[in-house]
């Protein structure tokens, strides 16, 4: 079984930053794929950015160069450095979990907000 815990979001001004956390257990696996995935309201849940174990990363174009998504392998955690943040950015992001020979695995979601 594995879990997955979101912290870091909230209530931040247009232009300012976050930095998003998501804390792995279990039976992970060596090597996996981390991303996170945000969905605003009434809207798609639409992924933002992956990592594989072995640290290659894949954004989303329109993110790019304000997102940066990295992992510490040794603590099971990813984080989402979040910047020049807009209100547009305004979602729960969602962590996910895909390793071999499993169904993917979703955090609960961490809110951010961004005010204009």
């Known amino acids: 079984q594995v879990q997955l815990v979101e912290s870091g979001g909230g209530l931040v001004q247009a232009g300012g930053s976050l930095r998003l956390s998501c804390a792995a257990s279990?039976?992970?696996?060596?090597?996996?794929?981390m991303a996170w995935y945000r969905q605003a309201s009434g809207k798609q849940r639409e992924l933002v950015a992956s990592i594989s174990s072995d640290g290659s990363t894949n954004y989303v174009d329109s993110l790019k160069g304000r997102f940066t998504i990295s992992r510490d392998n040794a603590k099971n955690t990813m984080y989402l450095q979040m910047n020049s943040l807009k209100p547009e950015d305004t979602a729960v992001y969602y962590c996910?979990?895909?390793?071999?020979?499993?169904?993917?695995?979703w955090g609960q979601g961490t809110q951010v907000t961004v005010s204009s």
């Open positions: 279990g039976s992970i696996g060596s090597i996996n794929v």
């Open positions: 996910n979990l895909r390793t071999l020979g499993s169904a993917p695995y």
